[in-house]
C-alpha cells in the first residue's frame, strides 16, 4: 500500500472525528435519557438534600408541639404547724390549675409554626434546584473533556500518518530528519495534553460522584456528541415571580404576618382554672358543726399583660422585618435578572463561537487538502503541515469548548427562567 493511500485512510479516520462536527448540527435524542438518571440519583442520594428534608420534617413537627395548652401545675403543701380553725386543724393542701391562652391563641401559634416550615419547604426546592444546575454543568465539563482526548487521539493518528509521510520524504531528500523530529515532538506534546486530560477527567469524576453522593471513582456513562440546534428560542426567558429562590422570601413574610397575628393574641389576657383542695382534721377543742370537713375551693385567674410596650415593639419589629423581606426579595430578582442576562449572552457567543470555528475547520479541511495535492507532485512542506494541522486541534478544541459552554448556560437558563426549552 502507498503511503499517500495510508494518509488518506487515516484522513478518512479523521472523518470520524469530523462526525463528531457534522453531527453537532443535530440534537442526540438520547442525551435527556442519558443524564436523567443522574440527576435522579443526585436528589435521592444527597446528603444536603436529606439534610433540608429533614429540617423540614422538624418544622413540620413544631407545629404539633405549639398547639398542645400550657403543661398542668399541681402543687402539695403540708402543714408543720396546723393552723386551727372553728371546724379543726388543716393538715395539708392540694392544687391543681390549667392557665388557657386567649381565644385563637393557640390557631395563630400554629399557623406562625406552619408558615416557618413552609418557608424551610421552598428551601428544599431551592437547594434542588441549585444541585441539579451542579451535576448539569459538571456532566457537561466531563462530555468535554472526553470530546478533547477523542480529538486527540484523532490528531495524533495523523500525526502519525504525517511521520510515515516524512520518512519516505526523507529517503528521497524531499523532507529533512528535523521534519520527522518536529512531527514526532508535536505527536509527544499531544500525548502529553491526553494525558493532562485524563488526570483533570478523574477530578471532575470524583466531584461528580460526589454530588451523587457515590463511590469517588464510578464509572460515569458520557454521550459522545452534543449539538448546537439551529436557533434559539425567539422568545426571551424571563425570572419568574414563584422561582423558589423569590418564592422564599415570599413565605417569610408570609412568617412575620402570622408572627404579628400571634403577637396581638398574646398581648390579650390568658385564663386559668383550677381547685384547691385542702384537708381538715378534727376539732379538739370543742365541738363544731362540719368539724373535720375539708374544704374544697374552685378557682379562676388572669393574667393581664399590663406593660403592652413589649408587644407594641414586636410590632415594630416585625413591620421592619417585612421592609427588610422586600428589599431583599427586589435585590434577589434583580440578581437573577443579571444572571439570566448574562448566561443568554454566554450561550449567545458560544452559538458564534461554535458557528465561527465550524467556518474554521472547514478552511483548516481545505487547506489540508491543498497540502496533499502538493504531496503528489513532490512539494510538500511540512511547516505548513504543522502549522495548519495546530491550527486544525485549536479550532476542534474551540469548538467542542463552545457545544460546553452552549449547554451550561442552557442550564443556567432554565434553572433562572423556570422553563424546559
Given at each position: 500500500m502507498k503511503?499517500?493511500d495510508?494518509?488518506?485512510?487515516?484522513?478518512?479516520?479523521?472523518n470520524?472525528m469530523?462526525?463528531?462536527l457534522?453531527?453537532?448540527?443535530f440534537?442526540?435524542?438520547?442525551t435527556?435519557?442519558?443524564?436523567?438518571?443522574?440527576?435522579?440519583?443526585?436528589?435521592?442520594?444527597?446528603?444536603?438534600?436529606?439534610?433540608?428534608?429533614l429540617?423540614?420534617e422538624t418544622?413540620?413537627?413544631?407545629?404539633q408541639?405549639?398547639?398542645?395548652?400550657?403543661?398542668?401545675?399541681?402543687?402539695?403543701?403540708?402543714?408543720?404547724?396546723?393552723p386551727e380553725?372553728?371546724?379543726?386543724?388543716?393538715?395539708?393542701?392540694l392544687?391543681?390549675?390549667?392557665?388557657?391562652?386567649?381565644f385563637g391563641?393557640?390557631?395563630?401559634?400554629?399557623?406562625?409554626?406552619?408558615?416557618l416550615?413552609?418557608?424551610q419547604?421552598?428551601?428544599?426546592?431551592?437547594?434542588?434546584?441549585?444541585?441539579?444546575?451542579?451535576?448539569?454543568?459538571?456532566?457537561?465539563?466531563?462530555?468535554?473533556i472526553?470530546?478533547?482526548?477523542?480529538?486527540?487521539?484523532?490528531?495524533?493518528?495523523?500525526?502519525?500518518a504525517?511521520?510515515?509521510?516524512?520518512?519516505?520524504?526523507?529517503?528521497?531528500?524531499?523532507?529533512?530528519?528535523?521534519?520527522?523530529l518536529?512531527?514526532?515532538?508535536?505527536?509527544?506534546?499531544?500525548?502529553?495534553?491526553?494525558e493532562?486530560?485524563?488526570?483533570?477527567?478523574?477530578?471532575?469524576?470524583?466531584?461528580?460522584?460526589t454530588l451523587?453522593?457515590?463511590e469517588?471513582?464510578?464509572?460515569?456513562?458520557?454521550?459522545d456528541?452534543?449539538?448546537?440546534?439551529?436557533?434559539?428560542?425567539?422568545?426571551?426567558?424571563?425570572?419568574?415571580?414563584?422561582?423558589?429562590?423569590?418564592?422564599?422570601?415570599?413565605?417569610?413574610?408570609?412568617?412575620?404576618?402570622?408572627?404579628?397575628?400571634?403577637n396581638?393574641?398574646?398581648?390579650?389576657?390568658?385564663?386559668g382554672?383550677?381547685?384547691?383542695?385542702?384537708?381538715?382534721?378534727?376539732?379538739?377543742?370543742?365541738?363544731a358543726p362540719?368539724?373535720?370537713?375539708?374544704?374544697?375551693?374552685?378557682?379562676?385567674?388572669i393574667?393581664i399583660?399590663?406593660f403592652?410596650?413589649?408587644y407594641?415593639s414586636v410590632?415594630?419589629?416585625?413591620?421592619?422585618?417585612?421592609?427588610?423581606?422586600?428589599?431583599?426579595?427586589?435585590n434577589?430578582?434583580?440578581?437573577?435578572?443579571?444572571?439570566?442576562?448574562?448566561a443568554?449572552?454566554?450561550?449567545t457567543?458560544?452559538r458564534i463561537?461554535?458557528?465561527t470555528?465550524?467556518?474554521?475547520?472547514?478552511?483548516?479541511?481545505?487547506?489540508?487538502?491543498?497540502?496533499?495535492?502538493?504531496?503528489?507532485?513532490?512539494?510538500?512542506?511540512?511547516?505548513?503541515?504543522?502549522?495548519?494541522?495546530?491550527?486544525?486541534?485549536?479550532?476542534?478544541?474551540?469548538?467542542?469548548?463552545?457545544?460546553?459552554?452552549?449547554?451550561q448556560?442552557?442550564?443556567?437558563?432554565?434553572?433562572?427562567?423556570?422553563?424546559s426549552?
Amino acid at each position: 500500500m502507498k503511503l499517500i493511500d495510508l494518509l488518506i485512510i487515516k484522513l478518512s479516520n479523521k472523518n470520524g472525528m469530523l462526525s463528531i462536527l457534522f453531527s453537532l448540527f443535530f440534537f442526540l435524542i438520547g442525551t435527556a435519557q442519558q443524564l436523567q438518571p443522574y440527576l435522579t440519583q443526585a436528589l435521592e442520594n444527597n446528603p444536603e438534600i436529606k439534610a433540608f428534608e429533614l429540617r423540614y420534617e422538624t418544622a413540620r413537627e413544631k407545629v404539633q408541639e405549639v398547639g398542645m395548652l400550657p403543661e398542668t401545675q399541681f402543687g402539695a403543701g403540708y402543714f408543720l404547724s396546723e393552723p386551727e380553725t372553728r371546724t379543726g386543724p388543716q393538715q395539708y393542701k392540694l392544687s391543681v390549675q390549667q392557665m388557657i391562652p386567649w381565644f385563637g391563641t393557640i390557631t395563630a401559634r400554629k399557623n406562625y409554626a406552619s408558615s416557618l416550615a413552609d418557608a424551610q419547604y421552598v428551601e428544599i426546592a431551592t437547594v434542588q434546584r441549585q444541585l441539579l444546575l451542579n451535576v448539569a454543568e459538571n456532566y457537561y465539563r466531563l462530555y468535554a473533556i472526553r470530546a478533547k482526548q477523542r480529538v486527540l487521539e484523532e490528531n495524533i493518528d495523523l500525526l502519525e500518518a504525517y511521520e510515515q509521510l516524512a520518512l519516505t520524504s526523507l529517503e528521497v531528500n524531499q523532507a529533512s530528519a528535523v521534519d520527522v523530529l518536529r512531527l514526532q515532538m508535536r505527536k509527544n506534546q499531544l500525548q502529553e495534553r491526553f494525558e493532562n486530560f485524563d488526570e483533570e477527567f478523574k477530578a471532575e469524576q470524583a466531584a461528580f460522584n460526589t454530588l451523587l453522593n457515590t463511590e469517588r471513582g464510578a464509572t460515569i456513562e458520557v454521550f459522545d456528541s452534543l449539538a448546537v440546534p439551529q436557533e434559539d428560542p425567539v422568545q426571551l426567558p424571563e425570572v419568574p415571580q414563584i422561582h423558589p429562590e423569590l418564592l422564599r422570601f415570599d413565605k417569610l413574610y408570609e412568617s412575620v404576618e402570622e408572627a404579628e397575628t400571634l403577637n396581638r393574641k398574646e398581648a390579650l389576657p390568658d385564663m386559668g382554672f383550677g381547685v384547691d383542695y385542702v384537708s381538715v382534721g378534727e376539732a379538739t377543742a370543742m365541738e363544731a358543726p362540719d368539724s373535720g370537713k375539708d374544704i374544697l375551693m374552685p378557682m379562676v385567674s388572669i393574667t393581664i399583660p399590663i406593660f403592652g410596650n413589649k408587644y407594641k415593639s414586636v410590632t415594630r419589629q416585625n413591620e421592619l422585618k417585612q421592609r427588610e423581606l422586600n428589599a431583599q426579595r427586589e435585590n434577589r430578582h434583580n440578581e437573577l435578572v443579571s444572571r439570566l442576562e448574562a448566561a443568554v449572552s454566554n450561550r449567545t457567543k458560544a452559538r458564534i463561537s461554535y458557528q465561527t470555528q465550524m467556518l474554521n475547520l472547514q478552511q483548516a479541511k481545505d487547506a489540508e487538502e491543498i497540502l496533499m495535492r502538493n504531496y503528489e507532485t513532490g512539494t510538500i512542506d511540512f511547516n505548513d503541515v504543522l502549522d495548519v494541522q495546530e491550527l486544525q486541534l485549536s479550532f476542534q478544541l474551540n469548538l467542542i469548548e463552545a457545544v460546553k459552554n452552549y449547554y451550561q448556560a442552557s442550564a443556567n437558563i432554565n434553572y433562572l427562567s423556570d422553563n424546559s426549552e
